[in-house]
């Protein structure tokens, strides 16, 4: 079962691999997961 998460920036704009390295020192996760960028600061992450 596949889990997607939106997420939506607030404030100033960071890089994509700076969302990465960031939801992976949060979350810790045991599987890989997926990063999607889509426009004006939304994020896709399925895992």
């Not at 890089?15 to 994020?43: C, T, V």
């Amino acid at each position: 079962m596949e889990t997607t998460v939106v997420l939506k920036l607030l404030g100033r704009s960071i890089g994509y691999n700076a969302i990465h390295n960031r939801i992976s020192s949060l979350w810790k996760l045991s599987k890989p997961f997926q990063l999607m960028d889509f426009e004006n600061g939304y994020y896709l992450v399925k895992f």
